[in-house]
């Protein structure tokens, strides 16, 4: 372990599939720090506590997120954590910052320069996307009261230096220049065995479940997403329509707290906030990927799995908030 005279780095991000992405870049993540929103599901949290890290995981003392009122009680939650925040942080020499630069806890490291990690598609979403969002969510962008009402988020700021993407899509062409392509399964073989058996504890992938992949040749990838539940599992169930559901997993998001099992009791529901990506890197081709507009379904198409891929337009609401995607 490093001595408290070294530097370490600091991963500010609240998406399971981010960190996977850092801790497959960085041969040193077993050193840095971690900071979360009440996102990041708390198992992967105790794991990392387990393996000896510091981590800052923000309560959530605003209530409920619902609602005007509820939104505004929850970002204000964020600033009372703020003072904790800063007592983690405080006497640390850190090298590096990275992750999402519109979390509030990524301010004191955006003017010594932070790198973006990718969250989704919506690192490849255009100036007007966020241009549009920050005039809907003033309040919802807490940064800019410090760098300005201009500030856009996701490389556009100038502060921005590097971006940490797998080309899901295309780039804009206005950030392209900051933009570093990378290629997760190249970035697994690197590892050695034992740093392997790492990244698996943190995630909480058991090989023996790998293997039981195989009898679901179905995969459908569900979403987070800004419509109600039974819209949701409506559209689900049209775009499963003619297949056996015996024959399909359902992958759901780690942020849901839809209850699958009542919806689609013949088929397997895995709940575990496990990123899709990894259970790719394992080797698990289903023939048939299933989703709204996932992005995780995006690198089976290029296998040439088949994909039933509705696209953010499906419902306007959806779009609306995510932007146009597929």
Not at 38 to 53: A, E, F, N, S, Y
Not at 156 to 175: A, C, H, W, Y
Not at 182 to 201: N, R, T, Y
Not at 224 to 230: A, C, D, F, G, V
Request: aromatic letters at 14%.
């Amino acid at each position: 372990m490093r001595r408290e005279s070294e530097q370490h780095g600091v991963f500010i991000n609240n998406s399971p599939y981010s960190l996977l992405i850092y801790v497959l870049l960085n041969k040193n993540w077993r050193f840095d720090d971690y900071v979360f929103t009440d996102r990041m599901p708390l198992v992967i949290q105790k794991r990392l506590k387990t393996l000896g890290l510091r981590v800052f995981s923000q309560k959530n003392v605003g209530g409920r997120k619902n609602g005007f009122l509820g939104k505004m009680l929850y970002r204000l939650s964020i600033y009372f954590e703020f003072p904790r925040f800063l007592f983690f942080i405080a006497g640390r020499n850190y090298s590096s910052a990275a992750g999402n630069d519109e979390l509030v806890f990524a301010l004191p490291f955006l003017k010594k320069g932070m790198t973006l990690i990718e969250d989704g598609t919506i690192n490849y979403q255009g100036r007007s996307f966020f241009e549009r969002r920050r005039k809907k969510d003033f309040l919802y962008f807490p940064i800019r009261v410090f760098y300005g009402k201009n500030y856009l988020p996701f490389g556009f700021s100038p502060l921005i230096k590097k971006i940490i993407l797998t080309g899901l899509q295309r780039v804009d062409p206005e950030i392209e220049r900051k933009v570093q392509l990378i290629d997760l399964a190249v970035l697994w073989q690197q590892k050695s065995d034992e740093e392997k058996k790492e990244i698996l504890f943190l995630f909480g992938m058991k090989t023996d479940f790998l293997s039981q992949l195989q009898n679901y040749p179905v995969l459908l990838i569900t979403q987070h997403l800004p419509i109600p539940e039974k819209d949701k599992v409506a559209i689900y169930d049209r775009l499963l329509d003619g297949v056996d559901n015996k024959k399909v997993l359902i992958k759901t998001h780690y942020a849901e707290s839809t209850d699958y099992h009542q919806y689609f009791q013949d088929s397997t529901v895995f709940c575990e906030p496990i990123p899709l990506q990894l259970f790719d890197i394992l080797g698990y081709r289903p023939q048939k990927v299933v989703t709204i507009s996932s992005t995780a379904a995006l690198h089976y198409k290029e296998m040439g799995v088949e994909v039933v891929f509705a696209g953010s337009s499906i419902d306007p609401r959806i779009e609306k908030v995510a932007g146009k995607i597929g």
